[in-house]
């Protein structure tokens, strides 16, 4: 009998740990990622730039480049710069934005790339995705998958608590995204990965169902793992299925409708995804996560994050037209504006009683 398996792509090395920065270069050389120790190193101008004087002891072959910013044009002239150099691998030192600007910067010069996080903001830390700035808004743009990952909880601990909180609302709104791709799957006939979708699932519940904090390093273990379990599930399936439905439908219209206002990208999706599950007629597991997301300060209310009830209702309506070809509770209701309005008044009375 045949034995039919596949290959899972996803980084070589994940050290999540307190202190794992002090071995980055050990772990770089024992894995063969860069045993030369010529490295491309991508830095933000804030908790990257800070880490800089840090590290270059430890890493004397690597050459510096600041990028400003997480747009198209930053990854266009981190690449442009790298171009020729021979370096070994690319490593990016920062948030979000420095990653995702890394990893289309890698992409385009053709070099693996190791993603050390800084903060814990949303699950792009360890996606085949670069979500970046560009003249129409923001885009998303697929890449490899990192060849390594490193957080170092001791770093992540000094980092701003919203970042934090904020990549708590995005590993719970996989539960969303997941209820999302079923319903597409009933409805549609979209086949649906099994293993993603249960990887993206028990991603979000470990977070969801942690009784710890973001000052404990048990919890910011499980929620570091959680997103690098979000962003292999993404690889697995090939698109960003897992772990983006309709509750990121609303946050790519808040960031669309209101760019100077938007809140940060995990908070407004924690707030789709509370939102989202109400819509589908799941109130208890609505609950559950408005209960999850208000235990950790994260937003569960429109106002919460300065927009207003309107403005809300607006989101919600723009919504699907952000992600044409995606099926959600949005499309599956095609709700008017009244309809979307009535039933956020009873979401709010819902979660507040």
Same mark, same amino acid.
Request: glycine share 10%.
């Given at each position: 009998m045949p034995v039919l398996t596949r290959l899972i792509p996803s980084p070589v090395v994940v050290d999540i740990n307190a202190g794992a920065l002090a071995d980055l270069s050990k772990v770089l050389a024992d894995q063969r990622i860069s045993t030369s120790g010529k490295l491309a190193v991508a830095v933000s101008d804030?908790?990257?730039?800070?880490?800089?004087?840090?590290?270059a002891p430890e890493l004397p072959g690597a050459e510096w480049y600041p990028v400003d910013g997480g747009t198209i044009d930053a990854a266009v002239t981190l690449a442009d710069a790298m171009r020729g150099k021979r370096y070994d691998a690319v490593v990016g030192l920062g948030g979000g934005k420095i990653i995702d600007v890394t990893k289309y910067a890698a992409a385009r010069v053709g070099l693996p790339m190791v993603a050390v996080a800084t903060n814990l903001s949303h699950d792009g830390i360890c996606s085949p995705v670069s979500t970046l700035d560009n003249d129409n808004g923001r885009g998303s743009y697929g890449v490899p998958t990192p060849i390594a990952l490193v957080i170092?909880?001791?770093?992540i601990r000094d980092a701003p608590a919203r970042y934090v909180r904020a990549g708590i609302g995005d590993a719970v709104s996989n539960i969303s995204a997941i209820a999302d791709w079923e319903l597409s799957h009933r409805e549609t006939g979209e086949p649906i990965d099994g293993l993603a979708a249960a990887m993206a699932r028990s991603a979000g519940e470990a977070v969801l169902r942690h009784p710890g904090g973001i000052g404990d390093d048990a919890f910011l273990t499980t929620l570091s793992e959680g997103l690098v379990l979000s962003g292999i599930a993404m690889s697995i399936s090939g698109?960003? @299925?897992?772990s983006s439905g309709a509750c990121h439908e609303i946050s790519h219209a808040f960031d669309l409708l209101y760019p100077q206002r938007a809140a940060a990208h995990g908070e407004q999706v924690g707030l789709g995804a509370a939102f989202a599950m109400h819509l589908r007629g799941a109130y208890e597991d609505a609950g559950v996560i408005a209960e999850a997301l208000r235990h950790h300060g994260l937003p569960v209310l429109p106002g919460e994050i300065g927009f207003t009830e309107p403005e809300f209702v607006e989101a919600v309506r723009y919504a699907p037209q952000t992600r044409p070809g995606r099926y959600t509770i949005l499309e599956h209701l095609d709700l008017s504006a009244?309809?979307? @309005?009535?039933?956020?008044?009873?979401?709010?009375k819902t979660i507040s009683s």
């Amino acid at each position: 009998m045949p034995v039919l398996t596949r290959l899972i792509p996803s980084p070589v090395v994940v050290d999540i740990n307190a202190g794992a920065l002090a071995d980055l270069s050990k772990v770089l050389a024992d894995q063969r990622i860069s045993t030369s120790g010529k490295l491309a190193v991508a830095v933000s101008d804030g908790s990257g730039a800070r880490l800089r004087e840090r590290l270059a002891p430890e890493l004397p072959g690597a050459e510096w480049y600041p990028v400003d910013g997480g747009t198209i044009d930053a990854a266009v002239t981190l690449a442009d710069a790298m171009r020729g150099k021979r370096y070994d691998a690319v490593v990016g030192l920062g948030g979000g934005k420095i990653i995702d600007v890394t990893k289309y910067a890698a992409a385009r010069v053709g070099l693996p790339m190791v993603a050390v996080a800084t903060n814990l903001s949303h699950d792009g830390i360890c996606s085949p995705v670069s979500t970046l700035d560009n003249d129409n808004g923001r885009g998303s743009y697929g890449v490899p998958t990192p060849i390594a990952l490193v957080i170092d909880l001791d770093v992540i601990r000094d980092a701003p608590a919203r970042y934090v909180r904020a990549g708590i609302g995005d590993a719970v709104s996989n539960i969303s995204a997941i209820a999302d791709w079923e319903l597409s799957h009933r409805e549609t006939g979209e086949p649906i990965d099994g293993l993603a979708a249960a990887m993206a699932r028990s991603a979000g519940e470990a977070v969801l169902r942690h009784p710890g904090g973001i000052g404990d390093d048990a919890f910011l273990t499980t929620l570091s793992e959680g997103l690098v379990l979000s962003g292999i599930a993404m690889s697995i399936s090939g698109d960003t @299925r897992p772990s983006s439905g309709a509750c990121h439908e609303i946050s790519h219209a808040f960031d669309l409708l209101y760019p100077q206002r938007a809140a940060a990208h995990g908070e407004q999706v924690g707030l789709g995804a509370a939102f989202a599950m109400h819509l589908r007629g799941a109130y208890e597991d609505a609950g559950v996560i408005a209960e999850a997301l208000r235990h950790h300060g994260l937003p569960v209310l429109p106002g919460e994050i300065g927009f207003t009830e309107p403005e809300f209702v607006e989101a919600v309506r723009y919504a699907p037209q952000t992600r044409p070809g995606r099926y959600t509770i949005l499309e599956h209701l095609d709700l008017s504006a009244t309809e979307i @309005r009535d039933a956020y008044a009873d979401y709010a009375k819902t979660i507040s009683s």
